[in-house]
């Protein structure tokens, strides 16, 4: 066996801090952790941490996740402000009928 295949790295154990960390997702934030960030309820070093994952890190499993819960909370406002303008239109409705009707 010569000194270069004795040096030679198996692939199989071939690995890098960076590929752990984002196989085993490490630092990312619970999703908990991000909605709070999507409300605004994080600041100073925790905001920034997020931020920097998000952003600079660019990691696609948080970045996925914040599009859920913004899909998620877009989701959940449409049924309330369509009901209330239903609601709205209705009761308008009403009272001009009401009125018309005096």
Known sequence: ???DEEN???PKLAFT???VWRSERISCPHPHVLQSYLTGGMEGGAKDFVEFHLNDS??????????DLKARDDLA????LADMKDRLLRSTVA???ARKGS
């Open 95 to 97: 009272e001009l009928k």
């Open 8 to 10: 030679e790295i198996d």
């Open 58 to 67: 660019g990691c696609p499993y948080c970045n996925a996740t914040i599009d």
């Open 1 to 3: 066996m010569s000194h």
């Open 77 to 80: 406002k449409q049924p309330v």
């Open 17 to 19: 801090v960076a590929s």
